[in-house]
């Protein structure tokens, strides 16, 4: 169907309606994520309100980083999913730590769910956070993970994931606050975030124009810190799950 569409388009010389400045924006940031910080203060204004326009997906949180996480194409991605001992030895083998993300059940949805939804789903939920939306991991810690619910998945982060630092975020804000004060400025007012406030929205999105898609919110992987996940491809994750995880347990 598909392709007879575009054959009889192209024989009648018909053609598909212009892009509007804003969508012109955005398929730039789809196609590089950086090009945020080439763009003008008026023109990254422009992409964010383009993208603010846009349905949120079912299943999707209503806020904006999940909306520019599924307009760069980053929710799409999809995690590395490894058999327990495939998965030990990819683990091992680049010495990377385990890390525990835990859901509970929540509105009638299970936290097993959420798991599967991480792991095979069409699209990765944008979680909120004081360090920025995305997706919580405590490093290296079962037991610190299980305090968020009893649904357990455990993972790592592979040589896709590219690490920055909450620091190292903080001055990237005020350069980017002095570089794009209205888009900042629309960013840090936006009604559509969570309890993490101006952080939870800029971080990912600055993050991500810097070429970044994990957070050390804790600037570092030491036992119990938290990491903050905006690309599962950064991840790979064992296919054994744990549905009675709780503090004080031990490391799996």
Partial sequence: MGGRGSNMRASHGMRTAAQTPGQALVARLRADPTALLQMTDSEALTAFQEIDARPIGQGENDTFVQRYMDAIGWSEAMPTILRPSAFMQARQAIGAGNMYHADKDYQGTSGAAFNRQYMTGNRGYSSNGIYGAGTYWASQS??????????????????NARKVTNTQLRKMEQRFRKSHPQAAAYLSNHRKVGYGGSTEILHPIIAAANGYNVILAHNSTRSGSYIVTLNRAATTVCSQTNDNARPGMRNW
């Fill in 142 to 159: 079962a037991s610190s993970s299980a305090g968020y619910g009893s649904h357990q998945i455990k993972g790592f982060l592979n040589q």
